[in-house]
Nanobody, 124 residues
Framework: QVQLVESGGGSVQAGGSLRLSCTLS????????VAWFRQAPGKEREGVAC????????WYSDPVKGRFTISPDKGGNTVYLQMNSLKPEDTAIYYC?????????????????WGQGTQVTVSS
């Protein structure tokens, strides 16, 4: 079983930056894909970014493309989400997920393991 712990959330003003961390522990079987999702109040959980650690491939949702960067550390035990030029609409709880089953990385149902989330609040 794999455990995921997110950290790095907080409150920033629009235009600011935050870096989120997702630390994986326990069994790393099936953790090549790690994704970040977010969920704002009253909205569905949406995929933000995903990395295939083995192939060094990354994917981003359109709202964050060019502003967010997902990257693993060398050991693949921590996956970061660097968030720049933050906007009030980025306010949400951010979750990391792994144990990807396919077929779409943006679908929350495609992942078996989740962290508890970290709050990001962006004020205007």
């Amino acid at each position: 079983q794999v455990q995921l712990v997110e950290s790095g959330g907080g409150s920033v003003q629009a235009g600011g930056s935050l870096r989120l961390s997702c630390t994986l522990s326990g069994s790393t079987y099936g953790t090549d894909y790690v994704a970040w999702f977010r969920q704002a109040p009253g909205k569905e959980r949406e995929g933000v970014a995903c990395v295939d650690i083995g192939r060094s491939s990354t994917w981003y949702s359109d709202p964050v493309k060019g502003r967010f960067t997902i990257s693993p550390d060398k050991g693949g035990n921590t996956v970061y989400l660097q968030m720049n030029s933050l906007k009030p609409e980025d306010t949400a709880i951010y979750y990391c997920a792994t144990r990807y089953l396919g077929p779409r990385w943006t679908n929350p149902a495609s992942y078996r393991s989740w962290g508890q989330g970290t709050q990001v609040t962006v004020s205007s």
